[in-house]
């Protein structure tokens, strides 16, 4: 007679799973996550406990059309918010569109390319960097189009093997190590002297995550088109405020005049205009990104070094390191970097009553990852 008890089995973890535990473990991970910061949610509970007649009439009376320019303020206050460290002439950018993030942005980018190319019928090509934002490949490879990577220390023979009509996406500061890369001017530059007709998509989604000075140059003619969010920099991720700039015109984004989201505008808005382009990292490389990493050294034994990006710590890698080391390796030949996220520990550190709450209910199976 078979017993009426049932025996729970353990779960036989794969390999990412066991090793994505092992880092949760040490409250670290290999996705970058966005930090929800106390500005963030003291910005949000000021805008929705302020005016809130003034909150709802954005939303009244749309047969006026009132809502059509309420984007104007946001682009206004990016360029304004970002101009110490994006520098560009605005008017030949004259094409802007409030997107979810930078993400839908890229995703219409990479589409209309595909299109243009069946329309004219040239075989299109998406390069990027070993390494880099894994989004680029992901929309390429699912609109059909081939997807070609670079070593990225060797970029000047990449150069050569790019096509009068293909596209690169990359991003500065780097997806790939959280740094930004120093050869920037450079590469834009001699791709631009090389093949002055293939487009350079320039995602700058880790501007103002970085707490000190730089600058991205994006005058070169054929920066095609310009990709920001405030995913990481405000911790505004699931707000979705984002937005793209263009040479030209993409039709698959014109509907976005309407379909936009007022409420994380606004708060986008208000965010750049309450904290500077360095303010919110200089603060959080300070009191998070530092002990934290000392944190993680401790458990995982890893020698990290903090990355330009206050979410991110980086470590060098010579080809031996163990199991975890390799599942951590981001970039290309003789620039092998191991790359993981600190925002886990960041929100212990900063707000550990939170984080302690967010702990008993994932073990409770309330919520988040058990």
């Known amino acids: 007679m078979q017993s009426a ?13 066991r090793l994505n535990a092992l880092l949760e473990n040490a409250g670290v991970s290999k996705t970058v996550y966005s930090y929800v910061m106390p500005e963030t949610e003291a910005t949000l509970d000021a805008l929705l406990d302020g005016n809130r007649d003034a909150l709802h009439g954005m939303y009244r009376e749309a047969w006026t059309q009132k809502q059509d320019a309420m984007h104007e303020e946001f682009f206004a206050t990016w360029k304004k918010w970002s101009s110490p460290v994006v520098k560009f002439n605005d008017s030949e950018f004259p094409w802007v569109y409030t997107t979810g993030g930078a993400s839908e942005a890229l995703r219409e980018a990479i589409y209309a390319y595909g299109h243009e190319a069946r329309v004219q019928g040239f075989t299109p090509a998406i390069h990027v960097f070993v390494g880099d934002y894994e989004g680029f490949a992901a929309y390429a490879q699912a609109a059909g189009i081939p997807v070609v990577a670079h070593h990225r220390r060797d970029w000047h023979a990449a150069i050569e093997k790019i096509g009068a009509r293909d596209q690169f996406y990359i991003s500065q500061p780097a997806a790939i190590d959280g740094n930004v890369w120093g050869d920037f001017d450079a590469f834009v530059n001699t791709l631009y002297k090389h093949r002055p007709t ?25 920066i095609r088109a310009i990709f920001f969010s405030l995913s990481k920099p405000m911790g505004v991720y699931y707000h979705r405020v984002g937005g793209m700039l263009s040479r030209g015109a993409y039709p698959g984004l014109f509907g976005n005049k309407w379909f936009k989201n007022l409420l994380s505008l606004k708060l986008g808005t208000r965010l750049m205009q309450k904290y500077g382009v360095h303010e919110l990292p200089r603060k959080y490389a300070a009191i998070g990104q530092m002990p934290a990493i000392a944190k993680t050294k401790r458990i995982l034994g890893l020698d990290l070094v903090p990355a330009d990006v206050f979410l991110l710590a980086a470590a060098a890698y010579d080809g031996k390191g163990d199991e975890l080391a390799q599942y951590l390796v981001r970039g290309g030949a003789g620039e092998e970097k191991l790359r993981l996220c600190l925002t886990p520990t960041i929100a212990a550190l900063v707000n550990p009553d939170i984080d302690s709450t967010v702990r008993a209910r994932a073990h409770e199976g309330v919520g988040g990852r058990t």
């Not at 008890?5 to 799973?17: A, C, Y």
Request: charged share 15%; with cysteine; aromatic share 8%.
């Open 5 to 17: 008890v049932k025996i729970k089995q353990s779960p036989v973890l794969t390999p990412h799973e």
């Open 198 to 222: 293939a487009q350079l998509m320039l995602d700058l989604t880790y501007v103002g995550c970085v707490a000190r000075s730089f600058t991205v140059e994006a005058f070169a003619p054929n």
